[in-house]
């Protein structure tokens, strides 16, 4: 698989690195009670780290947010 990157965007984030993965054999299910619990603790441990103030200005969102404007 080839991946090609506009120069514009190159020129423009220079530090981008993009990983591509090919997954084989994944089975899709509804959900569990463990994937339930560790659904409800992530976002609890979320909410008690963030604030919707503070989460604009944690890196990886910022960079996320500026490479999307």
Do not use: N
């Not at 299910?29 to 963030?50: M, T």
């Amino acid at each position: 698989m080839t991946l090609a990157i506009d120069t514009v965007l190159k020129e423009r984030f220079p530090g981008l690195h993009v990983l591509v993965e090919y997954v084989d054999e994944v089975r899709v299910d509804a959900g569990g009670v463990e994937l339930q619990a560790f659904k409800e603790s992530l976002c609890a441990e979320v909410k008690r780290k963030y604030s919707l103030d503070s989460l604009k200005d944690v890196a990886i969102f910022r960079s996320y947010r500026d490479f999307f404007w």
